[in-house]
């Protein structure tokens, strides 16, 4: 390991250079008393340039890093948002579709449209790299949302199938529901600052 990435390991630096500056200046005065009798002489302004010039490496690195977690943090609120937007239409969905099945609103016409838009938003989140999000704390809750869109997708095929004009019963979509709206909570919560991997900074 470097120095760079042992100092970039570091969660809160700033004390850490506070800490090695004044350790290089005690070094600093004893070296110069030691070989000048004066904290003035040749040896304290070699020490001094010597000092500057570790200090100025340390500082480049802590402003890189501070950069990078930065733009990271920022990177992951966008994704955030994102999903969230994505929850709230599956549970939208979801909700819509469960109030016409309470009511027997469930006409041959509103199974096929739900079908489609079921089948809109699961294209969406399948079209989601879950390897390129910034932590994997939002893999379970887009897991929980297509399982749940691929379950009411099953239910109106059947209901489909069965070419009867039976409502279809509201319990079958209650469930998948509440399920879809406890996604989009956890993914909500993921907006709190106590969840951000740079709320250290």
């Known amino acids: 390991m470097t120095w760079a990435e042992l100092f970039r390991s570091v969660r809160r630096p700033l004390p850490l250079l506070v800490l090695l500056a004044a350790c290089a200046g005690v070094f600093m005065v004893g070296g110069a008393m030691w070989t000048d009798r004066t904290p003035f002489g040749q040896t304290t302004a070699g020490w001094v340039q010597a000092v500057g010039s570790i200090a100025a490496i340390l500082a480049a690195v802590w402003l890189q890093d501070r950069d990078r977690r930065l733009k990271e943090r920022d990177a992951r609120k966008a994704q955030i948002v994102a999903l969230i937007a994505i929850a709230q239409r599956c549970v939208s969905t979801l909700t819509r579709l469960d109030r016409l099945a309470k009511n027997g609103g469930l006409t041959p016409d509103r199974v096929r449209r739900y079908s489609d838009e079921l089948e809109a938003d699961e294209a969406v989140i399948s079209a989601i790299d879950l390897m ?45 529901v509440e399920n879809a709206d406890y996604a989009l909570e956890e993914l909500t919560k993921l907006q709190e600052p106590s969840h951000s991997p740079a709320s250290s900074l």
Request: glycine residues 0%.
């Open 132 to 176: 390129s999000l910034a932590d994997a704390a939002p893999i379970t809750y887009l897991l929980v949302l297509r399982r749940n869109i691929r379950s009411a997708r099953r239910r109106l095929r059947y209901w489909a199938s069965l070419r009867s004009s039976r409502p279809i019963k509201p319990e079958r979509f209650k469930l998948l």
